[in-house]
């Protein structure tokens, strides 16, 4: 006689609302699943993207810009605040007290700090520019929602174009780097009006008055063409 055959059946599914659910976690399970996979896609599609990106053209020539300009602060307030030193160090002590050389003294002493102050601050404009690929290259990867990250799908807004401060934040330049730049241009033609004032206070002082008077127009009429230099590269 043969023995009764037992079938084990698979418990019985109470779930009246969602029949389709097992104990594995039915679509919830499913669902999670799906999302770990659509953010592990998701990943890996900004960092292929983060190997593929490179900063806009007109991105990358205006940080070139301002790293050439701000070199170039830097040389020529260096330089100026070097030719000062030298200057104040060979006034003659005995007319050191008079009125006029102490305010030759005030002028050179205050071009020689403005110049290292400008030197310093195109230094900061310099570091500042030469760091927006690295903080670019991370937004691409860690702020999905930024300019950056979405280079691929959306093009630059006419906008930005018009503001380039704008555009460099949207990169990830700091948001003080509009008033460190206006500030530097400030503070480099500041230095550049104290030195040729500081100049012509020693050429009249040290001098006699037709080699002064001629050194004068000689030395003002190519400060009034920096100035409108300047002036032209603003606007």
């Known amino acids: 006689m043969s023995r009764p055959r037992i079938f084990l059946r698979p418990p019985l599914l109470n779930n009246k609302?969602?029949?389709?659910?097992?104990?594995?976690?039915?679509?919830?399970?499913?669902?999670?699943?799906d999302m770990n996979i659509d953010d592990r896609d998701s990943d890996l599609e900004r960092l292929r993207h983060s190997r593929e990106f490179h900063l806009p053209?007109?991105?990358?020539?205006?940080?070139?810009?301002?790293?050439?300009?701000a070199q170039a602060f830097a040389i020529t307030t260096a330089l100026f605040a070097a030719v000062l030193i030298s200057l104040a160090q060979v006034?003659?002590?005995v007319d050191s007290m008079t009125p006029a050389w102490r305010t030759f003294r005030f002028f050179t002493y205050s071009s020689i700090v403005i110049n290292l102050s400008g030197t310093t601050l195109a230094l900061v404009?310099?570091?500042?520019?030469?760091?927006?690929?690295?903080?670019?290259?991370?937004?691409?990867?860690?702020?999905?929602?930024?300019?950056?990250?979405?280079?691929?799908?959306?093009?630059?807004?006419?906008?930005?174009?018009?503001?380039r401060y704008e555009l460099l934040?949207?990169?990830?330049?700091?948001?003080?780097?509009?008033?460190?730049?206006?500030?530097?241009?400030?503070w480099v033609l500041?230095?550049?009006?104290?030195?040729?004032v500081s100049v012509l206070m020693w050429v009249w002082?040290?001098?006699?008055?037709?080699i002064s008077s001629v050194?004068?127009?000689?030395?003002?009429?190519?400060?009034?063409?920096?100035?409108y230099a300047i002036f032209l590269t603003k606007h």
């Open 205 to 210: 002082l040290a001098g006699d008055t037709i």
């Open 190 to 196: 500041s230095g550049n009006i104290f030195t040729f």
């Open 57 to 69: 053209p007109i991105v990358k020539s205006r940080v070139q810009a301002d790293i050439e300009q």
């Open 17 to 33: 609302e969602n029949p389709e659910s097992n104990d594995y976690g039915g679509n919830d399970g499913a669902s999670s699943i």
């Open 125 to 163: 404009i310099i570091k500042m520019c030469s760091e927006l690929p690295y903080k670019a290259h991370c937004m691409v990867i860690f702020d999905p929602s930024s300019l950056p990250a979405r280079l691929t799908k959306d093009a630059i807004p006419r906008d930005l174009l018009l503001s």
């Open 169 to 186: 934040e949207k990169f990830g330049m700091p948001r003080g780097y509009k008033t460190l730049d206006t500030g530097a241009s400030f």
């Open 91 to 93: 006034v003659q002590p």
């Open 215 to 227: 050194t004068t127009v000689a030395i003002v009429l190519p400060i009034f063409g920096v100035f």
